[in-house]
């Protein structure tokens, strides 16, 4: 059965880069079918695309957050990773890793991790 | 880029049918996706390509989708149905192609 794993740091300064890893277990990362992707959700909020990834190192960015995001992808590790730069307390949220069905379709999440942004 | 407009906020009676509706600018020619998150959880696809259930969704659980409007119908509405609503679609229409969602509606059993 598929997991995904968040990890990373729970509290960020301003103005520096978070940084969050998700782990795949149950399947491979490098699955043809499927995009790897992230979400967040500021407390209270909705939920907001930050991009997706496939196997190869194709990317998607949601074009608001484009200039400061980065999104990777290890497939030994079966991991993807997002950098996301000069955050400020907006940036505050929920973060989700996903498994996206083609580009389209998320079915499969993490259980999500909070990130605050504070000095 | 494109905009998905769902109402922020439904209510229904145990028992009685909600609908949630999504709009977009002909919506009817993208793939509708929907999600249910509860407190605290992360969202579960209840709705796919309109109207398809995943594995483990109640029959309950439907979709529908023409013209400018997508909807989510729950039938025999539980008090566990209780949840915010999600609807998303890929955007494929602009120069920046990507994943768009909804604002959400909440869903509350009365």
């Known amino acids: 059965q598929l997991q995904l794993q968040e990890s990373g740091p729970g509290l960020v300064k301003p103005s520096e880069t978070l940084s969050l890893t998700c782990t795949v277990s149950?399947?491979?990362?490098?699955?043809?079918?499927?995009?790897w992707g992230w979400i967040r959700q500021p407390p209270g909020k909705g939920l907001e695309w930050i991009g997706s990834?496939?196997?190869?190192?194709?990317?998607y960015y949601n074009p608001s957050l484009k200039s400061r995001v980065t999104i990777s992808v290890d497939t030994s590790k079966n991991q993807f990773s997002l950098k996301l730069s000069s955050v400020t307390a907006a940036d505050t949220a929920v973060y989700y890793c996903?498994?996206?069905?083609?580009?389209?379709?998320?079915?499969?999440w993490g259980q999500g991790t909070l990130v605050t942004v504070s000095s | 880029s494109y905009v998905l407009t769902q109402p922020p906020s439904v209510s229904v009676a145990p028992g009685q049918t909600a609908r949630i509706t999504c709009g977009g600018n002909?919506?009817?020619?993208?793939?509708v996706h929907w999600y249910q998150q509860k407190p605290g959880q992360a969202p579960v696809l209840v709705v796919y390509?309109?109207?398809d259930r995943p594995s483990g969704i109640p029959e309950r659980f439907s979709g529908s989708n023409s013209g400018n409007t997508a909807t989510l119908t729950i039938s025999r509405v539980e008090a566990g149905d209780e949840a915010d609503y999600y609807c998303?679609?890929?955007?494929?229409?602009?120069?920046?192609?990507?994943?768009?969602f909804g604002g959400g509606t909440k869903l509350t059993v009365l």
């Open positions: 998303q679609v890929w955007d494929s229409s602009s120069d920046h192609p990507g994943v768009v």
């Open positions: 002909n919506i009817g020619s993208k793939s």
């Open positions: 149950g399947g491979s990362i490098s699955s043809s079918s499927y995009y």
């Open positions: 390509d309109d109207s």
């Open positions: 996903a498994r996206l069905f083609g580009l389209e379709m998320l079915h499969g």
């Open positions: 990834i496939y196997y190869s190192g194709s990317t």
